[in-house]
């Protein structure tokens, strides 16, 4: 089985290493050089294009940010759908908008090609340590294909139905992700100004129904410079979604509202 992969960034990288370092035959791209290299050192072939990706692969994986860079990088010039040929299957790992996934699906099946909803969550640290959780949806054959390939970064894997579904489910899970961190921020703010030590604040939050997985890992969270942006359209995301199917969401709305103090916050505080 030929894998490509397309977005080599803070979690697409140690992703694709896995992938060659499992014994893949592995072609990636990216619009930066250095993590191409990077990835050529470590067995992978380097290719000019996503177009050029998709000519040498079974199955391409997408790890770009967002709904734009999605579209461009399956139906722009030389894009994964201007190369590929009927029966590949292409795994969209970004984060976005069920509507996005519903198009590029049939964009992808006008060309015989298939699209696998397979959304992951574990950031970079999970990619590294081989713990991430992927949300998969799509026709069963092309999800059981992928399966192996994802699996060798990690076990979690959750079948949601056909493609879209992983991407809600995603959303939901950033949504808790992010309400769940404004909680445990506020609670260590809280009590830190009324003279708790904060070591003392989280084994609190630990022992009782405060547990969570944010407050687990609180004192060893290392988030990216990009988590911010990253967490505020996922946020948007689920307003979006939120707004079509008619459910308020208001912790979400305040949580989107109060990311920038929350982030940097946590970055500092871990």
Known sequence: MRIGFI????????????????GYTLTVHDVRYEPMEELKAAGAQAAASPAAVAAASDIVILCVIDDAQV???????NGVLSGARPGLIVAVHSTILPATITEAARLAASRQVVLVDAPVSGSAQGAE???????????????EACLPVFRVSGEKVTLTGEAGTATVAKIAHQLVCCVNMMAVSEGIRL????????DVLLEVFNSGFAQ????DMWPTLDLHPRATPIFYKDLKAAMALGHDVEVALPAAALCQQMLPEILPRIEWEA
């Not at 960034?9 to 499992?22: D, E, M, R, T």
């Not at 579209?71 to 010039?77: F, K």
């Not at 340590?129 to 999800?143: L, R």
């Not at 969570?212 to 407050?215: G, I, V």
């Open 191 to 198: 009590g830190a100004a009324a003279g708790v030590p904060r």
């Open 71 to 77: 579209m461009e990088v399956l139906r722009g010039p």
């Open 7 to 22: 977005g080599l960034g803070f979690q697409g990288k140690p992703l694709a290493h896995n992938i060659v370092q499992a």
């Open 129 to 143: 340590q081989k713990t991430m959780s992927y949300m998969v949806g799509g026709p069963q054959e092309a999800v």
């Open 212 to 215: 969570s997985r944010a407050a």
